[in-house]
């Protein structure tokens, strides 16, 4: 009698031992899935900062871009107005030239006038090639284009 009742007592911590085992494998099964998450969050993370890296260089191409953009505009910028100059400086000694032709006295008044008024009407021709302002999107970002009315 005793033995039985020890081996039914036996019996039953040996079904409580494979529920703890049971349950044991469980946790484990747990934090198996845990940590396959956390990996799963991690290798998401990284494709993020790769995504966001790229991002960056894109941009960084981007600014390099405009900037070589803005280097032309100016040096378009700069071309104009030496052209500008030039044509000045050539309607000027132009309208000198037929002014000597026409009109012989170097001091005479009407002379002097015209000249002076050619000179200034020159330079405000020159001056007065406004820019025209067109903004156009570029690559996701803004460019500015002036155009000079000539």
Known sequence: MNNSICGIKNSISGINNAIYGIDNANYGINNSIYGINNSLFCIDNAINSLQNAINGINN???????????????????????????????????????????????NHPLR????????FTNL???????????????NNGRRIIIYYNH
Request: aromatic share 10%.
């Open 60 to 106: 960084a191409l981007y600014c390099i871009d405009n900037a070589i953009n803005s280097i032309q505009n100016a040096i378009n910028g700069i071309n104009n107005a030496l052209y500008c100059i030039y044509n000045s400086i050539n309607g000027i000694n132009g309208s000198r030239n037929s002014i000597n032709s026409q009109i012989p006295f170097k």
């Open 112 to 119: 002097v006038f015209t000249i002076k008024l050619c000179v």
């Open 124 to 138: 405000l021709m020159c001056l007065c090639q406004y820019p025209i302002i067109n903004v156009n999107d570029y």
